[in-house]
């Protein structure tokens, strides 16, 4: 997991609150979950076992015309058997990939654009209860169109829809992806939407 | 999974994007987790394989009090190895629990709460590229407090803390939860803040 500024880092906190690794097995080890089963020790010295995930981690984009229209996705996702509204995303390459440059990387394969102007707009944990994955949140503006580089087996329609309309839809409950939720409402906070 | 409001549901899309299950196999059944490894034909007729993971799914409530103030959690995440802030939150205790009643035990397990006025804020997929989980939020408002009943082996810190100063922490970054990122900028929205 990459390293973040911890702003509410507190030694006497965590050391109260900590569970300690007692035990920890492998179960699989796929190509993007890799699942461990894990002991531990509480605070109360009692052990307690941890089903948990480890991903590498991903970044998310969302890109936003001088006019505030938003490039999005609408792609099939087979866990949940939906064709969902998401902004362009997409795992890391490598442990050690540089997380804006996968940014500018997912953008442009999916979308085929470029931004000349990028705003980190935090990270956060989608499940943090049992996974590691950290998602990292860009805005992108100043946006170039290009040709879309879409692996063969990659199947999404992007579109443009207006951010206002975003709003709506992620307050409405149209919208139902957490990194898309998140990055509208940030990305409309920020622009005084 | 839960049935929820599909706005924008398109039999077209639909067919022309989705994966088709071939073959599905267990990989681990654990307390929380149930991982699968499938195979899916893919609109172009090729096979892809996909892990993901079946989840009960989770809710989670923002209280917040009539002025204006928030009771969040500080709780250890051991995938993350760190104390975070989080609003009260839980798994549902079976497929057929009732979401607002759960949503109501976990905000009397977890604070003490009570609520007279209950807001659905709508729900999320964390991470719907690997997991059907489903988080769905709820605002308490019109709140009476009353006696934790925690579990002996949960442990959580209990704090106020002022809706604005959460907006603050989630747009500075030093809240790093999917679902605390999401309920805070949606009820701050909601309530004009």
Redesign the interface.
């Known amino acids: ?1 990459r390293e ?5 880092y ?1 030694k006497d ?2 050391s ?4 300690r690794q007692a035990a920890s097995e492998d ?2 080890r ?4 890799h ?1 461990k ?2 002991t ?1 020790i ?3 010295g ?1 052990s ?7 991903h590498i981690g991903a970044v998310c984009v969302i890109p936003v015309t001088e006019d505030g229209m938003v490039y999005v996705e ?13 902004i362009p995303a997409g795992k890391l390459d490598s442990e050690d990939e540089d997380i804006l440059e996968a940014a500018k990387r997912e953008l442009r394969e999916e979308t085929g654009l470029s931004a000349d102007e990028w705003t980190c707009l ?14 990292t949140m860009y805005m992108a503006r100043g946006l170039h169109e290009g040709a879309q580089e879409l692996d ?2 990659e ?3 992007v579109k443009k829809v207006p951010l206002s309309t975003l ?1 709506e839809e ?5 919208i ?3 990194k898309t ?2 990055a509208v ?2 990305a409309a ?2 622009l005084k939407l």
């Open positions: 997991m973040y500024d911890d702003k509410s507190n906190e965590y109260r609150l900590c569970e179960i699989f796929g190509r993007i979950l699942l089963d894990d531990v509480l605070p109360n009692k307690a076992s941890r089903e948990l995930i480890r609408r792609q099939y996702r087979y866990p949940i058997d939906r064709v969902i509204t998401e935090g990270l956060f944990f989608p499940a943090a209860a049992y996974c590691d994955e950290t998602i063969p087996d199947f999404l329609d709003v992620v307050m409405n409950g149209s139902t992806d957490a939720q998140c409402l940030k906070r920020l």
